[in-house]
Structure formats: C-alpha cells, structure tokens
T-cell receptor
Framework: SQELEQSPQSLIVQEGKNLTINCTSSKTLYGLYWYKQKYGEGLIFLMMLQKGGEEKSHEKITAKLDEKKQQSSLHITASQPSHAGIYLC????????????FGSGTRLLVRP | EPEVTQTPSHQVTQMGQEVILRCVPI?????FYWYRQILGQKVEFLVS????????KSEIFDDQFSVERPDGSNFTLKIRSTKLEDSAMYFC????????????????FGAGSRLTVL
C-alpha cells in the first residue's frame, strides 16, 4: 500500500521566517494534495499537484512536485501566526479508488 | 462557499452504546467518505460511498461500523457497540466525480465530530 512520510514532524519558527515541509511517497504519485488542519478542526484544502515538476502558489504558500512524482515540498515565505496548524499531504491513486491517503502531518507553530 | 456540516460536534457515550454521527455533504457531490483521527495520530480512511453503496472500506471499518444515506441529503456513520478505542475525531468528506480534464479528486471535509467513549 502507498505510504506517505512527512518531515519534519513538528516545526517552531519565528514570525517572518521561511520554512519548508516535505512529503515523500513510497510509490509514484498520481495526485498530491496539501491540506491544512487547525488544531481540533477539519481539513482545509490548499492545493493539488499532478504533473512532475509542477509548482503552485497560493498567497505565501508554494508547493512543488518533483520530476519523479514521489516527493513534494510545501514552502511558506515570511511565516505569520495565522500559518500555524497541521499540514497534511494526501495521495491519490487514480484507480477505481476515490479515497485520499494522508501522511502523519507536520505541526507548525509560528512565534510572534 | 458550500460546506460539509457534521453533527454532533462532540458526543460522549458509554462503552457498548450505539452512536450515530451525521453529515450533510455538499449538494452536488456524489462521493462521500468517513475518516477517523485518534488524538495525536494520522487521519485514517474508514469508508467511501457512492451510488448508495460502499465503494471501498479499510480494515478499521469492521462489522461494528455501518454507513447509510437515508435520504437525499444526510450521510450517517453508525457504531453499533462503542469501545474505548473508538474515541476519536470523525470527519465526513465529499467530492465531485473526478474532473474529466484535470482528474483531480478534491475532498471537502467537515469540521468533525469528536466522540468520547467512557
């Protein structure tokens, strides 16, 4: 079965600093989805990547999918306290299955 | 913006009791899901539902669990006889059919129902 490993497990940064979260798959990804979860709340969709080398941005968050489609990174520029939460990567198998499988998540805390 | 709504937000129950968690998916979505997140652990897939039947289920989704779409709007998860280890946050999600051009399958999640089994 497909496994997703996220690193780091947790991250504490000072406001204004840049940071990167990584997601590595044991198998080639068809689609890689980034979600954010505020503590004790639901998952909010951020962006989805499909093509090798693809890069997408939303406000100060940029996500990339490597050429081999087995690793993705999420980069936050000039972090703010509002960026705090748990970032989850999810994988799509693009077969008859419609589910997403998630990594363990990266907990981000941004200190003012 | 359309959203997935879940009720109750928090339920406390005694071990062995039946629990029903309710979800109203986004109206034009056709695929429905339940996920579980035990405190401090990863979000785990339980079951997916399409065209009034289960399309896929995980090993977690044993005979104690069942899902139903009793009418045109609600999607429910029933746990027949709760155990201590069923204590978790349960998330409902829904999605449109996979995009014809993009192939994307974006799941929209509800805020979750926290189940505490004593």
């Amino acid at each position: 079965s497909q496994e997703l490993e996220q690193s780091p497990q947790s991250l504490i940064v000072q406001e204004g600093k840049n940071l990167t979260i990584n997601c590595t798959s044991s198998k080639t990804l068809y689609g890689l989805y980034w979600y954010k979860q505020k503590y004790g709340e639901g998952l909010i969709f951020l962006m989805m990547l499909q093509k090798g080398g693809e890069e997408k941005s939303h406000e100060k968050i940029t996500a990339k999918l490597d050429e081999k489609k087995q690793q993705s990174s999420l980069h936050i520029t000039a972090s703010q306290p509002s960026h705090a939460g748990i970032y989850l990567c999810g994988a799509d198998r693009m077969d008859s299955s419609y589910k997403l499988i998630f990594g363990s998540g990266t907990r981000l805390l941004v200190r003012p | 913006e359309p959203e997935v709504t879940q009720t109750p937000s928090h339920q406390v129950t005694q071990m062995g009791q039946e629990v029903i968690l309710r979800c109203v998916p986004i109206s034009n979505h056709l695929y429905f899901y339940w996920y579980r997140q035990i405190l401090g652990q990863k979000v785990e897939f339980l079951v997916s539902f399409y065209n009034n039947e289960i399309s896929e289920k995980s090993e977690i989704f044993d005979d104690q669990f069942s899902v139903e779409r009793p009418d045109g709007s609600n999607f429910t998860l029933k746990i027949r006889s709760t155990k201590l280890e069923d204590s978790a946050m349960y998330f409902c999600a829904s999605s449109e059919p996979r995009g014809a051009s993009s192939g994307a399958n974006v799941l929209t999640f509800g805020a979750g129902s926290r189940l505490t089994v004593l």
